[in-house]
Nanobody, 115 residues
Framework: QVQLVESGGGLVQPGGSLRLSCTAS????????AAWYRQAPGRQRELAAA???????NYTNSVKGRFTISRDNAKNTVFLQMNSLKPEDTAIYYC?????????WGQGTQVTVSS
């Protein structure tokens, strides 16, 4: 069983930045798409950003230009740099690693944007 451990969440003021990290317990990143999902209170979980093994990225419209996903396959880690944070970015952020029907989820890390 693979475990994904996230870190880097917290409370930040609007306009601030946070960097999330997610590290896998096993060497699985080669061949897997890595992604960050988020779920705000009362809302469905949504994709925030994803990156394929080849480095192709996909962002939801509301974070384009503000969030950057990156990965270090050798260290089995995926990052999410979040800049110019807004109150509407407040959510639990989940790390996701997937290949076909094989999907692993992290436990989530809380991001709160508030003054």
């Amino acid at each position: 069983q693979v475990q994904l451990v996230e870190s880097g969440g917290g409370l930040v003021q609007p306009g601030g930045s946070l960097r999330l990290s997610c590290t896998a317990s096993k060497n699985i990143f080669w061949g897997y798409t890595a992604a960050w999902y988020r779920q705000a209170p009362g809302r469905q979980r949504e994709l925030a950003a994803a990156m394929t093994v080849e480095g192709n990225t996909n962002y939801t419209n509301s974070v384009k230009g503000r969030f950057t996903i990156s990965r270090d396959n050798a260290k089995n880690t995926v990052f999410l740099q979040m800049n110019s944070l807004k109150p509407e970015d407040t959510a639990i952020y989940y790390c996701n690693v997937a290949r076909g029907i094989i999907i692993f989820w992290g436990q989530g890390t809380q991001v709160t944007v508030s003054s």
